[in-house]
């Protein structure tokens, strides 16, 4: 019931909306009423003509004169009347928005035909192609355009024209952005790029460069970091690193490009031409320490250092420039026969003037190496090794040195280089004789050892000498104290002895001249009691003999008379006893030979007697026989 209600309230709504839609219908079926939204545009198409007979010209797809078709003029947002339905179809397409990292690149479907050699269509009048009539009013030309849009909002007419979004060009920090153009000028005739023209602002005003002579292909100027809003379809940019040269370095520009220069070289260098900056050929001016955007492909740069550069030729060492990469151990052959190696290091310094004759002549630093340094160093070690034998070059190897250092910085000073110094490094002889020369130095070294070593107990001996000698300074000063004192009771028993030999002199005299001498010092005091005891001696021997003569003549007077008084046979029979009792024989034998029955044989006991008799006289002839002594 309440729903019945509400409706009926409101029943009088449906006809005016019935009225509206009629309004409408009527406005634009019978006056083509037509209401374009602020932010659409309306393409318009034409589907006939109500009067005459206006077809397209031949080639051409949008009317600009009334023709029938898509209509070159597009409606902006608003209100338009006579737009019947019945003779025109209206689409409303959106705006065209450009995003701000983005350009419009427009390529016109209808228009003028392209210039002969050319690939973009000039721009003309038309509103940043939004006036779609008069693009193709002011012969605007078919195809892609040289001018593009920019980041915004645009009302194009979509039958005429097709927009593609690409990305802006940005060139990094660091780099540089070398440009090829698609459109321009064809080069001249051994270029290999087109020069600098003025105005086309890097290259973003395509018909500026084209219009100031601006030639199609790689270009010699370089464009660097940014944002640039650069038509792709008229230059293609590449990025690249800028030359970087280091503390220590230049670097020698060889332009491909610019007019022919002046050679400022002179005349005796005869190996290229040396010209002014910007010139084509080596420039004069090498680039100095610090980031530089150079076009690579227009210009190269060979870097060289002006430090000290090292160049070993070794098999196990290689320095960080690595010029010296290919380079090996030197192999040569002595006067002798032998074949060693020998390594070598060279230093060598490029002065900053003088690099670009270098590159000029060499064209970089690795053929200064190969074609110069490699064939001279290593032939002048060849050449002066077969002058000498293998010893001989190890023993004079500083004077070796110092000669290569002379030489081969007088051959590297006629190519603008510099020979700091030659070092010969490593020199490894062969194997048997490395080991004879071992020997001989062990051998030496062991003289000098045993040299040092005697030396060293020579003054071991000469310290214990002296240290004896301190050590015995007491006794050396004891025993000379004692010396003095012994000299002086010398003297003193030289005067003593002197006054007893003439005592004992006078005494000798007396008693047969007993001493006559006596020592006048230690040694002449016993000289003197030599020649005293001598005396004395001789005085005695005197009285001693006196004396066995007194003895003996008395015994011969005793025996004498014993025989006188006894018998010569009985006293001998009594001394043969007295000898035999004294040498310890008995008398009578253990073992008696008798004759028969007790009997004695006279024969055997004179044999026996006979036997005895003369073995007491050899006895007693030893006994009684004076020695010379006694004589």
């Known amino acids: 019931m309440s729903d019945s209600i509400s409706i009926l309230q409101f029943w009088w709504v449906l006809p005016l909306v019935a009225a509206l839609f009629m309004y409408k219908f009527v406005l634009q079926v019978f006056f083509g009423m037509i209401i374009v939204p602020d932010d659409r545009i309306g393409l318009v198409v034409k589907k006939f003509t109500l009067y005459g007979d206006k077809r397209l010209p031949d080639g051409r797809i949008i009317a600009v004169n009334g023709e029938a078709g898509m209509q070159g003029k597009p409606l902006a947002p608003g209100l338009y009347w006579r737009m019947w339905p019945w003779q025109y179809t209206i689409t409303m397409g959106q705006f065209t928005v450009i995003p701000q990292d983005k350009l419009g690149l427009v390529k016109a479907k209808d228009g003028a035909p392209m210039d002969t050699g050319r690939v973009l269509g000039k721009p ?25 849009l920019t980041p ?3 009302r194009i007419n979509t039958f005429l024209f097709e927009i593609d979004m690409v990305p802006i060009t940005r060139i990094q920090e660091n780099k540089v952005g070398i440009v090829t153009t698609l459109d321009g000028e064809p080069l001249e005739k051994g270029d290999i790029a087109g020069g600098s023209v003025a105005g086309h602002r890097n290259y973003q005003d395509p018909m500026a460069f084209i219009q100031a002579g601006g030639r199609k292909g790689l270009q010699e100027d370089v464009i660097l970091a940014g944002t640039y809003y650069l038509n792709p379809w008229f230059a293609v940019v590449e990025q690249v690193e800028m030359i970087h040269i280091h503390i220590g370095y230049v670097g020698v520009v060889n332009s491909f490009v610019g007019p022919e220069g002046k050679d400022t070289s002179g005349v005796g260098f005869t190996h290229g031409n040396i010209v002014k900056k910007y010139d084509k050929g080596v420039w004069d001016e090498p680039l100095d320490p610090g980031k530089h955007p150079v ?42 026969g032998f074949t060693f190696n020998l390594d070598v290091s060279q230093i060598i310094h490029i002065p900053r003037n003088d690099a670009p004759k270098v590159i000029a002549r060499f064209g970089n630093m690795k053929n200064l190496v190969s074609q110069v340094l490699e064939p001279t160093i290593a032939n002048y070690f ?23 250092r002379a030489q081969i910085s007088k051959v590297l000073g006629e190519y603008n280089v510099e020979g700091v110094d030659t070092l010969i490094g490593d020199i490894v002889p ?46 050396v ?22 006054g007893d030999a003439e005592s004992r002199v006078i005494n000798a005299k007396a008693d047969a001249e007993n001493k006559t001498i006596i020592a006048r010092a230690d040694a ?82 004179a044999l026996i007697g006979n036997e005895m008799l003369k073995k007491l006289q050899r006895e007693a002839k030893i006994d009684v026989t004076p020695s010379k002594d006694a004589e």
């Open 477 to 498: 000063v004891k025993s000379t104290r004692q010396v003095e004192i012994n000299t002086q009771m010398a003297a003193s028993k030289v005067a003593a002895a002197r």
């Open 524 to 605: 002449e005091a016993k000289t003197i009691n030599a020649k005293a005891d001598a005396a004395a001696t001789e005085v005695n021997g005197n009285a001693d003999a006196g004396k066995i003569k007194a003895i003996g003549l008395a015994e011969a007077e005793v025996t004498k008379q014993k025989t006188e008084a006894m018998g010569t046979e009985q006293y001998a029979i009594v001394r043969v006893a007295e000898t035999l009792a004294m040498n310890g024989i008995k008398l009578v034998p253990e073992i008696l030979i008798n004759g028969q029955n007790g009997g004695g044989n006279g024969m055997i006991d």
């Open 295 to 336: 076009n690579i492909y227009t210009h190269s740069v060979e870097i060289v250092p002006t430090t000290n550069i090292v160049l070993n030729w070794a098999n196990s060492r290689t320095e960080s420039h690595e010029l010296d990469k290919n380079l090996s151990t030197i192999s040569v052959r002595s006067h002798d």
């Open 152 to 154: 915004g909002s645009y």
């Open 382 to 404: 060849r050449n002066s090794a077969q002058k000498s034998g293998v010893i001989e070059f190890l023993t004079n190897r500083s004077d070796r040195q110092e000669d290569a």
């Open 430 to 475: 062969p194997e048997a004789l490395m080991k004879t020369l071992t020997d001989r130095k062990i051998a030496e070294q062991e003289r000098v050892t045993y040299e040092i070593q005697k030396s060293a107990q020579i003054e071991r001996k000469e310290f214990e000498s002296a240290k004896a000698g301190a050590d015995m300074q007491p006794e």
């Open 124 to 148: 003309v009048p038309c509103d940043k192609f939004q006036d779609s009539q008069a693009f193709l009013e002011n012969n605007g030309q078919k195809g892609p355009q040289a001018a593009f």
